[in-house]
């Protein structure tokens, strides 16, 4: 069982909270190479820490809002015009991705825009475990904006270690499921004390996360007023460019 490294590309909510980059985390360890989620400022986060993004084998989407979304048409522009791509890419993401990718792309850079090598693009079965570029994922459906399709949570096995994602959501006990024994649980904390529609806050987390039982959670996607409390709120906290191993 060897470590994995996950590093926050962006952690940020969709207004730039504290300076802060949109959603994007890059998992790396043995042959694992990912990204979950892609928002619109992410290639140019991931310039700005130097990652490989020819070496990135998978893009796993959460939900089509476009600070988890918006940077995929960046990132494939960057790769055939700029990477000169030659490994295939996947990306993959809740039911509906396929028209969505189409209508994204259309809005923002029109005209066929093909890859030199293989794209392909995966929906995937809520609640069924899938292999995917070396990993077992599998998404959950939580409760965030259902206008743009499902939106996703994700409990991925790889190396022996389990990696969690909340994905945007308020609280619901499917992440229960999701987040059990995790290794690492990345979980959205968008207010402090205010319960808001579509989102967590930290009130709700110290009450629920212990039924959860994951050896490690992060906190993320804080709005200003979750930002405004400083660092010490209970649970470690991420930061652009933050690395975790586990």
């Not at 926050?8 to 909270?17: E, N, P, Y």
């Not at 979950?36 to 809002?65: E, P, Q, W, Y």
């Not at 259902?146 to 270690?161: F, N, S, T």
């Amino acid at each position: 069982m060897s470590n994995l490294r996950l590093q926050f590309v962006g952690c940020g909510d969709a207004f730039g909270s504290g300076g802060r980059f949109n959603t994007c985390f890059h998992v790396t360890g043995g042959k694992t190479n990912f990204l979950i989620d892609c928002g619109a400022s992410s290639l140019v986060a991931m310039k700005k820490i130097d990652v490989d993004r020819n070496a990135v084998d998978l893009i796993l989407l959460t939900h089509f809002h476009l600070d988890h979304f918006g940077g995929v048409p960046f990132f494939v522009l960057d790769a055939q015009l700029v990477g000169k791509r030659s490994r295939p890419l996947t990306i993959a993401g809740p039911p509906g991705l396929t028209e969505w990718y189409s209508r994204l792309f259309a809005a923002a850079f029109p005209g066929e825009r093909k890859l030199p090598s293989e794209l392909r693009i995966r929906e995937l079965a809520i609640g069924a475990r899938t292999e995917l570029c070396g990993l077992a994922v599998q998404p959950f459906h939580v409760h965030h904006d259902d206008k743009v399709g499902p939106c996703l949570a994700y409990r991925i096995e790889l190396g022996g270690k389990i990696l969690c994602y909340s994905g945007d959501t308020e609280w619901t006990d499917v992440l229960i499921d999701v987040a059990r024994n995790a290794d690492l649980f990345i979980c959205e904390c968008y207010m402090f004390e205010k319960t808001v529609r579509a989102h967590l806050s930290l009130s709700t987390l110290r009450e629920k996360l212990p039924s959860v039982g994951a050896k490690r959670v992060v906190l993320t996607h804080m709005s200003d007023d979750m930002l405004s409390q400083g660092s010490d709120v209970g649970f470690e906290t991420a930061a652009d460019g933050k690395i975790v191993i586990f």
